[in-house]
């Protein structure tokens, strides 16, 4: 597993609605984010990965943080007007019950963090990092106080990931059957309001749902009552949004990488680029928007090591076999059970990360040979219709 766990006693950790039926189902417990989270459970992570893609795996990502954006004068389009401050995605344009995919940026077109918007007719539903939860809203308190309200909710979330997700949770959510990739939106599951939507970080279809504290537990266990559904640790996560090709903060994106190097391009809509309506506007704005349009001098990619052996986050990457200066570093890497085969992704210089070209990465000391190919390493479910 490439996510790193934290290291302080576990009195100092935090504990999620769902701790307790982590211990009972026999989960081994880690530090991360701050947090006393299940890495892995009795199935195994190697088990747990090939469960979600095959049939559906309940993640808790309650650690996440969930904030509520409201315009003082009640119309949501303020408030997302507001929020385009901070990040260089098209928030106005964004329809009610639905979702998108944001950054916020730094002056330098740096990525402080990377999260999830959601539009509801009277507010924006911010999902993000667990170990930024506290900087986001610190940032969007400090810069959008004087128009927008902003409230952190203590709320369980959880994942229900892979293609019999839907099968599980339409039995107690019925509105949900409806719903398409990155649609949000209110429900009623066991008698609890809760916020589901559909999205994920597995590259599989599911859903994401926002869960009050005190019903958690109860539906939880309804939910893995059914023999499709099986608890899945932090270890299977990452494996499977690395073969998603799916970024985790603080390993393959930070404050020191833009969106462009980062090859979230697509994530910057038409409308704040140079030429668009809004464009402009947030912090960074002239490196990110200089860097769409004359490109980046080196670039996220994904890598396949031509040998057995995974190549981890922090391998250097050279040009050659032998001699030279590193040109990269690996900043995910692992082995993907779904491709049964060792993946990577890491950042090289732009005339380096074209389809095919071959690198060698630092594995102990012996170079190894890798390939870069196309992202992701498996193809996407999501449900689109």
């Known amino acids: 597993m490439s996510v790193a766990a934290d290291k302080p006693s576990s009195d100092s950790l935090r504990r999620t609605p769902l701790y307790d039926l ?25 088990k747990e990965h090939l469960h979600t893609r095959a049939a559906a795996g309940l993640f808790d990502v309650s650690h996440m943080g969930q904030i509520v954006l409201r315009a003082k004068r009640g119309d949501v389009d303020e408030a997302a007007r ?3 401050r ?4 098209d928030v106005l344009g964004l329809a009610v019950g639905r979702q998108r995919y944001a950054f916020f940026t730094n ?20 999902i993000c990092n667990a170990a930024r939860k506290a900087a986001d809203e610190a940032h969007l308190r400090d810069a959008l106080s004087d128009c927008c309200e902003i409230e952190a909710l203590d709320s369980a979330l959880i994942a229900l990931q892979g293609p019999r997700a ?8 019925s509105n949900v059957s409806s719903m398409r990739f990155m649609d949000a939106r209110e429900t009623s599951i066991m008698g609890a309001k809760c916020i589901a939507t559909r999205s994920g970080y597995t590259g599989e279809d599911g859903f994401e749902v926002s869960i009050p504290s005190s ?31 799916l970024c985790l903060y603080g390993a393959d994106l930070d404050e020191a990488t833009t969106p462009v190097e980062n090859s ?26 200089n860097q769409l349009d004359a490109g980046a001098a080196r670039r996220r990619v994904g890598l396949r090591p031509e040998g057995r052996a995974p190549v981890r986050g922090g391998a250097l990457l050279f040009a050659a076999a032998d001699g030279g200066e590193p040109l990269g570093r690996i900043t995910s890497g692992g082995f993907g059970p779904s ?46 219709r």
């Open 166 to 173: 839907e099968s599980a949770l339409a039995p107690l959510a």
């Open 339 to 384: 491709v049964d085969a060792p993946i990577a992704m890491g950042y090289l210089p732009a005339a380096l990360s074209k389809i095919g070209s071959r690198v060698f990465a630092d594995l102990r000391g012996k170079r190894e040979p890798a390939t870069v190919v196309t992202l992701p390493f498996v193809k996407p479910h999501y449900k689109h």
């Open 215 to 245: 019903s958690a537990r109860e539906i939880v266990e309804t939910l893995l009552a059914q023999p499709n559904v099986a608890p899945i640790g932090l270890g299977a996560r990452d494996s499977l949004r690395l073969e998603a090709g």
């Open 86 to 89: 901070l990040v260089p995605v």
């Open 107 to 126: 002056e330098a077109g740096g990525i402080l963090d990377d999260l999830m918007i959601a539009r509801f007719p009277d507010s924006l539903l911010l």
């Open 22 to 46: 982590h211990r009972a189902l026999g989960a081994r417990m880690v530090g991360f984010a701050g947090y006393e989270m299940p890495v892995q459970y009795p199935m195994g992570v190697l």
């Open 264 to 289: 979230l391009s697509w994530a910057i809509q038409k409308v704040r680029r140079r030429g668009g309506s809004r464009a402009g506007g947030f912090p960074g704005a002239d490196v990110i928007l």
């Open 82 to 84: 507001a929020l385009e």
